[in-house]
Every structure is written in C-alpha cells, then in structure tokens.
T-cell receptor, first 113, second 112 residues
Framework: NAGVTQTPKFQVLKTGQSMTLQCAQD?????MSWYRQDPGMGLRLIHY???????DQGEVPNGYNVSRSTTEDFPLRLLSAAPSQTSVYFC????????????FGQGTRLTVV | GQQVMQIPQYQHVQEGEDFTTYCNSS?????IQWYKQRPGGHPVFLIQ?????EVKKQKRLTFQFGEAKKNSSLHITATQTTDVGTYFC????????????FGTGTRLQVTL
C-alpha cells in the first residue's frame, strides 16, 4: 500500500519557470490538500479538495493552481515561480474532510533561484 | 483570519525531563489533532480530540482539549531521545470544518 506519493522529491527552478508537483493517493480518500512548510511558520494550507471536481483555496493560494479530475490525483501547479515559493511542499489526504487523520506524502523540496 | 498558535517554538530538554507544548486558537475548534514530524520527515498523525475537556493518553504522551475548545496541550513525561522532532497541533474551526489549520509547531530537542 503506497499511501500518498509525491514527485519529485527535489526540484530547482529558475524565476519565471512553471512546473507541476504531482500527488497521488491509493486509499480512495475524498479529501486532499497541499501545504507549504517554511521555518517558524508551521504548515500553511495552499489549496484543498473535498472530492473529484471540487477545489477551494486555503490560506496562501496566490501563485498556485490545482485541479482534481480524479479521486486519486491532486497536482499543484506553479504558474510562474518566484523565490518566495522556495519551500517544502506536502500533499495530504484523508478519508473525510471533517474528522479523520491526514496522511502525508514525503514532501517536495523546491528551490527557486 | 483563523489562526492556531503554539508555544514554545523550541524546547531543549535532557532525557528524562518532562515536556509540554500548548496550542491556542483564535476561534472555537470542532476538533483538534496532533502530529509529529521527525527531522527531514513528514508529519505523522498522533491523535484526535473532539469533546470539550477531553483527555487522552498514549503511553508517556497526554493530550488535553480545553473546555472552551479553543486550546489544547501535549505533555510528554520522562522524555526520550526518540521523542525528538516537531510537534504540531492542527484544528478544524467551527464552520470551516473541511480546512485543517496547523499550528506553528514546537521543535523538541532531547539530549542525554
């Protein structure tokens, strides 16, 4: 059972480049979310989805897009990378949006130069 | 906005000492969860509290949810080096239950 799989693990981008961080889960979870982790700031919610075809913004959505065409996949797109987006990104999923534990992927360490 | 703050930000203890981290929300929470993140790792779920005043124990870890459902604490008795990591609380604010808001985290360092 793979759980939540994120790719890539590491990425270096130049300012202005775009890229997609991949996230897939094989637990048939309805709820998926993306967080970024910066020193001293905990995990901040970027976007989340309560089911296929439904997405919503979190605390820090600017500069990021998401889509949820299937239950399994929830990619995060950086439209035009900026140094302020240098961070560790975590994808998480849970069975229900309101009261079950979140399972996290291994994370993607992104550096924008 | 809806915020969840944790204190302290960092604590260094000697093995065998106790440790407590506190979590405070600006608004009432429908439930609160606690996660542990080992250095270089990802957050891993520890426990969920739902009821006002709830107390749960896991071996040396004791979790409490405040009566007003706006604060929580995690207490570790007799820390061990395996307790090293960052502890996060995460809450769902009443009315926005689909958003899981994480606290700022407390990094625990344990030395012999």
């Amino acid at each position: 059972n793979a759980g939540v799989t994120q790719t890539p693990k590491f990425q270096v981008l130049k300012t202005g480049q775009s890229m997609t961080l991949q996230c897939a889960q094989d637990m048939n979870h309805e709820y998926m979310s993306w967080y970024r982790q910066d020193p001293g700031m905990g995990l901040r919610l970027i976007h989340y989805s309560v089911g296929a075809g439904i997405t919503d913004q979190g605390e820090v959505p600017n500069g990021y897009n998401v889509s949820r065409s299937t239950t399994e996949d929830f990619p995060l797109r950086l439209l035009s990378a900026a140094p302020s987006q240098t961070s560790v990104y975590f994808c998480a999923s849970s069975y229900s949006p309101s009261n079950t534990e979140a399972f996290f992927g291994q994370g993607t360490r992104l550096t924008v130069v | 906005g809806q915020q969840v703050m944790q204190i302290p930000q960092y604590q260094h203890v000697q093995e065998g000492e106790d440790f407590t981290t506190y979590c405070n929300s600006s608004t009432t929470l429908s439930n609160i969860q606690w996660y542990k993140q080992r250095p270089g790792g990802h957050p891993v779920f520890l426990i969920q509290l739902v009821k006002s005043g709830e107390v749960k124990k896991q071996k040396r870890l004791t979790f409490q949810f405040g009566e007003a459902k706006k604060n929580s604490s995690l207490h570790i008795t007799a820390t061990q080096t395996t307790d090293v990591g960052t502890y996060f609380c995460a809450g769902r604010h009443t009315g926005t239950a689909s958003k899981l808001t994480f606290g700022t985290g407390t990094r625990l360092q344990v030395t012999l």
